[in-house]
């Protein structure tokens, strides 16, 4: 498993390479950003981003507020029902798409290019934001089809987009919780099956 910066794991990428491996990220910070009270005031949606890559160290503590691995039984910063972290994180850049490995903190690449444009669908300004996190539920890891188990999956995935929204209100980042996307356009690129469903996506970048 490789340790490598965003601007080496992109030129990778683009070359299509380092598919086959893993690439950890810088370990998550445990200090820093505003008050809760302060995060909860300037909570708001965005939907304007600059250009810039988000840093390592910033996408590490993005991800790791998401679904991140926070103490040593395994559990994670995000709760659900019944411990059974059935949500899986996708990060979409302009050179691929990473699966966020929370057990190890690492990047999983998953297919090289740009394919924001699935996530946007018809809302353009999606596609400026440099980096968008895409949760997808796991049918087979939640251990359940029927009705109530889809609504709870829906809340687990709501639970990790509120955590995203709530550490880019506290760390200065710009984001929106979205459901619209391709949906069964971005699960033939990510070879999901039919028990994998993209549920919600939140594009996040600095303010311009």
Excluded at 172 to 183: A, E
Excluded at 184 to 201: C, G, H, S, V
Aim: glycine share 8%; charged share 20%; aromatic share 4%.
């Amino acid at each position: 498993m490789k340790k490598l910066s965003l601007i080496v794991i992109a030129t990778l990428l683009g070359a299509g390479m380092c598919l086959a491996q893993s690439i950890s990220l810088p370990a998550p910070e445990k200090t820093g950003g505003k008050s809760t009270l302060e995060t909860l005031w300037n909570r708001q949606s965005g939907t304007e981003f600059s250009e810039r890559m988000l840093s390592d160290q910033d996408l590490s503590n993005l991800l790791f507020a998401a679904i991140g691995v926070n103490r040593e039984n395994g559990k994670l910063t995000s709760p659900t029902a019944s411990n059974k972290q059935e949500i899986r994180v996708f990060v979409f850049t302009a050179e691929g798409v990473c699966e966020y490995l929370n057990a190890e903190n690492s990047l999983r690449p998953v297919v090289q290019g740009d394919h924001r444009d699935l996530v946007a669908g018809r809302q353009g300004w999606v596609k400026t934001a440099p980096v968008i996190l895409l949760m997808v539920a796991d049918e087979k890891k939640f251990g359940g089809s029927d009705e109530r188990s889809t609504v709870v999956m829906g809340v687990d995935a709501g639970i990790v987009s509120e955590n995203i929204n709530l550490f880019c209100a506290g760390a200065g980042l710009v984001t929106r919780p979205r459901m619209s996307m391709d949906t069964q356009a971005i699960k033939e690129l990510l070879r999901l099956d039919e028990t994998q469903t993209p549920l919600l996506n939140n594009p996040v970048g600095y303010a311009r």
